[in-house]
């Protein structure tokens, strides 16, 4: 019987790809390089479905009333079984998937033998138990055919959390459906929201990466440190800018050290742990007159050394155990104290230790960095508590460090330079962009140092690098410093920019100055001369502006010589209201530099009298008791508020009167009297002293019509004074503050008076002033002078007014006292208060005289009473015409009665 062979039947055209069969068996399932998927009832079968899935399909797997096909745009695609529907796209490769199966326990889709050695997932594929993972397994025979084909990728490809198959509880059988991407022509991304930046790894400033052979450790502004591990040789190299500090230094690198910091005193090295050996700190103090000038620490096991840092006198390291451990150079262990999240890097800069650590997780592409600031030394405390880092969108940070002068900074992956501002509350504020610098995309700049003066940015340029290759050794290049402000190319913009950046980096002078470091004249007074002379062209270019409140505005940063030196140059200006507008301001200016040098003295004092009650804290002692006062000094106190209400009506008191407040905490504070006190006591002399001894009875003063002739003396020696100032020429001179209040007496020596509006009443006053004997005059001179208490201030500028004058005899008296201001703040807080006492000392001596001094004769008494009967005579015949009645009886409802 011949053999007969049937024709084969050609489902595709172009050649079927793949078959499987239906669950339940029911009908078999076929695709093809056509494109289509046919669904055959049985063999016999001669008009299939056909499923349009694709250009060509090449696998396909039936599971679950779900068809899953692998086509040519290289994506698996899902579609509805048996009506065809598109149900979404699976997954998608970079190459087209040749074959898609289920195993046979339903838990996820399997390919481990077909995926090429060359795709990145090789060897990334781990079972981690979950049920609804897609993993591979052992696979179809088929595999091991095309299993060289680097060209094709396969299912097993397909991620761990891509979730494609759900396992239902109750069936084993049953399969879940598929999440459903969306069709598009690049891949879809499962989670859409944010997504967290990867840690930066911790860092020492100033070295390049680890895993170089030849690599540098740390490079500052004290010299280099070079790290060398090859076959020939693994050492250390140590090379200082400076040869005075030390001498170069080879050291072998026998522990493998990663990690160093460099200062003038010592060499910090660390390594990480082994299996062997634990992390190991090692220092080399220079200035030890031991035998062995090194010391090693070992860490804890399981704890990791990941930062390092030398400061004045002490090293510090930061842990994996999220610790930072502080030694001294001598390698005696001190504090330690916890960190909120793990080390970035660490810095150190005198008694500074300044720590970067992450503060939480960051978000599409940020750090979220936190940053401490402390000072360790005898008074340790905590500048920066944790506060956030400010840092470029996208970027990490590159340096950490400190300014040669001390002021905390640091640099990003962006090339921001950032500086911590002292004068805004220890803001950052940016200083320099040294990508502005760079010629190409790909080029950098490797900071190495800052200096804040001379402005300087000490950097390396690399070409097409982020840091410099150890030789040819590399050229260090210095860079500008610019802060961004607006408007730069204009002439406003440009000094407004030179202006804030001088005092951005000069507030290193007053943190030095408060910290005990004594600092040049020069250094502290050249900034200023430089801020106030931009200020001052600022000042004229608003006013070639005719931008008046911007005037006023930049007189406000200015110095009392410099508001000074506006005035004038409104004045010739023409512009009058400016003018009067800026003396207002040069009146509050006077007023607040006087108010503060008080506190300033009575801060000192007040010191002073707490230093010395501490430890007798139950004793009373002069400097804490509250001045009780006796009967007998209560007598004396009368007696001499009685002759000097006599003095009063002979003299005139135009400095208020002041007498000791028995409530007042310091001895040299005075309770005020004012003027209108003061006249009434004039205007009551009938009141008779009891304590006083005279043979003869004060003759009654002249009667008069008007009410106001009581107060004549008191109006008779304000004139005269006026006349005084009147005949002065107008110079502005700051005021002397006077205990009432400040800036209204400040006032009458900044308001320009005018010679010639009221000169007939000058001569009135002269004449007046003509007919008193000189010695009342004098007499009435020292009387407000000497009736204030002076400060120890100004004791001290009395005695070197002289020398100011000598060194700068061009100084009028505004600018004598601004000069003696400068020089007595410099004196110590021991000088100073030696003339704050002095003061105090001649207050009170002043005080025992007056109550001491001796009764006057009775011939005295004679003499100034007719010298007090012709003046009131003399001021009767030049007495002006008597009001009528009607004022008179109005005004005399304002006099002073006596009871």
């Known amino acids: 019987m011949p053999s007969e062979q049937k024709p084969m039947r050609y489902g595709h ?15 078999i399932v076929t695709c093809g390089s056509d494109g289509d998927v046919r669904i055959w009832e049985n063999l016999d079968d001669d008009d299939p479905k056909s499923i349009n899935v694709g250009e ?16 040519s745009n290289n994506t698996v695609q899902i579609h509805t079984f048996p009506e065809g529907a598109p149900d979404g796209i699976l997954t998608r490769f970079t190459m087209n998937a040749n074959h898609v199966v289920f195993n046979n326990d339903d838990d996820y889709l399997n390919g481990d033998m077909i995926e090429p050695p060359s795709s990145p997932n090789t060897g990334a594929n781990e079972d981690h138990g979950d049920d609804d993972d897609l993993m591979p397994t052992s696979g179809h025979p088929r595999r091991a055919i095309i299993d060289d084909d680097d060209n094709s990728l396969d299912i097993g490809m397909i991620k761990a959390n891509s979730n494609l198959l759900e396992k239902e509880e109750d069936d084993d059988d049953q399969i879940g459906g598929f999440p459903a991407l969306p069709t598009s022509s690049t891949q879809q991304p499962f989670y859409d929201g944010p997504r967290p930046t990867p840690r930066q790894k911790p860092f020492q400033s100033g070295s390049t990466p680890v895993h170089l052979m030849h690599r540098f450790m740390v ?36 522990l493998n050290h990663t990690m160093a910091d460099l200062s003038t005193e010592a060499i910090l090295l660390a390594c990480e742990s082994t299996e062997e050996l634990a992390s190991k700190l090692h220092c080399i103090y220079f200035s030890s007159w031991d035998a062995n000038k090194e010391w090693t620490v070992d860490m804890p096991k399981d704890e990791d050394i990941e930062a390092i840092c030398l400061g004045q006198g002490w090293a510090a390291c930061a842990t994996s155990a999220l610790l930072v451990r502080l030694f001294t150079v001598g390698g005696v262990q001190k504090e330690i104290f916890c960190l909120p999240g793990p080390v970035v890097s660490m810095a150190g800069h005198g008694e500074q230790l300044m720590v970067i650590y992450h503060r939480g997780t960051g978000f599409d592409g940020d750090q979220c960095l936190g940053v401490q600031l402390m000072e360790l030394g005898k008074k340790k405390k905590q500048i920066l508590h944790g506060d956030p880092l400010s840092l470029t969108k996208k970027s990490y940070l590159v340096w950490v460090g400190f300014s040669a002068e001390g002021t905390p900074c640091y640099v990003d992956s962006e090339g921001i330079v950032r500086m911590l501002n002292r004068g805004l509350g220890n803001t950052w504020i940016p200083v320099c962009n040294t990508r502005e610098h760079c010629k190409g995309k790909s080029d950098h700049y490797w900071v190495v140092g800052i200096h804040e003066n001379p402005q300087q940015l000490r950097c390396i340029p690399c070409k097409g690098a982020r840091f410099p290759p150890t030789l040819p050794r590399p050229a260090v290049a210095i860079l500008p410093f610019t802060l961004p402000y607006c408007q730069v190319t204009t002439e406003k913009g440009q000094m407004e920019e030179q202006y804030w950046r001088s005092v951005v980096f000069h507030n290193y002078v007053d943190y030095l100055s408060k910290n005990g470091y004594e600092l040049d004249e020069n250094a502290k007074s050249q900034p200023v001369k430089e801020q106030q002379e931009l200020l001052m062209k600022l000042f004229a270019l608003s006013c070639k502006l005719e931008r008046e409140f911007r005037c006023v505005e930049l007189a406000d940063l200015m110095t009392q010589n410099v508001v000074n030196l506006a005035i004038k140059y409104a004045s010739r200006s023409r512009r009058l209201n400016l003018a009067q507008r800026l003396s207002e301001m040069a009146v509050e200016k006077a007023s607040e530099l006087a108010t503060a040098l008080e506190d300033e003295e009575e801060e000192e004092e007040e010191d002073f009298r707490t230093h010395l009650n501490a430890g007798y804290s139950t004793s009373a002692t002069e400097w804490g008791r509250l001045p009780g006062r006796s009967a007998q000094q209560d007598q004396e106190m ?16 135009e400095v208020p009167k002041q007498r000791p407040n028995p409530f007042s905490k310091a001895v040299s504070s005075a309770e005020v009297i004012t003027p209108k006190s003061a006249v009434i006591a004039s205007s009551s002399q009938g009141r008779v002293n009891p304590f006083k001894v005279s043979s003869n009875k004060k003759d009654p003063l002249v009667p008069s019509s008007n009410v106001l002739d009581t107060m004549s003396k008191y109006s008779k020696k304000i004139s005269s ?22 800036q209204a007496s400040a006032a009458s020596f900044f308001q320009v008076r005018t010679p010639g509006s009221s000169e007939k009443r000058v001569g009135e006053r002269e004449e007046k002033a003509g007919h008193e004997p000189p010695e009342v005059q004098v007499t009435a001179q020292d009387n407000t002078e000497n009736k204030r208490p002076k400060t120890g201030f100004q004791m001290w500028l009395e ?3 002289a020398n100011i004058l000598t060194d700068n005899p061009d100084l009028n008296e505004a600018e004598v006292i601004k000069e003696g201001m400068s020089r007595f703040r410099i004196l110590s807080s021991e000088e100073r208060m030696v003339w704050t006492e002095k003061a105090k000392g001649g207050a009170v001596t002043d005080l025992t005289e007056d109550k001491k001094r001796k009764r006057p004769t009775a011939a005295e008494d004679e003499a100034k009473k007719n010298e007090e009967q012709k003046s009131e005579d003399s001021n009767v015949s030049k007495k002006k015409k008597p009001l009528d009645q009607a004022t008179n009886v109005r005004l005399s409802s304002f006099a002073f009665k006596q009871s």
């Open 13 to 27: 055209t172009e050649g079927h790809t793949d078959v499987c069969f239906d669950d339940s068996g029911s009908c």
């Open 638 to 653: 009368e007696e001499a508020e009685e002759t000097n209400g006599y003095e009063e009506a002979e003299g005139t008191p």
């Open 56 to 71: 060509k399909a090449y696998s396909c797997a039936l599971k679950n009333g779900k068809l899953i096909t692998a086509v």
């Open 799 to 801: 005695e070197n007014r």
């Open 721 to 742: 004074s006026r006349a005084v100032n009147k005949q002065s020429s107008p110079v502005i001179k700051p005021l002397i503050p006077k205990p009432k209040s400040k």
């Open 219 to 254: 490079w500052n502004s004290v010299g280099i440190i070079r790290c060398y591990n090859d076959e020939q040789d693994n050492a250390i190299d140590i090379e200082f800018h400076d040869t005075s500090i030390h001498h170069a230094t080879h050291l072998p690198n026998s």
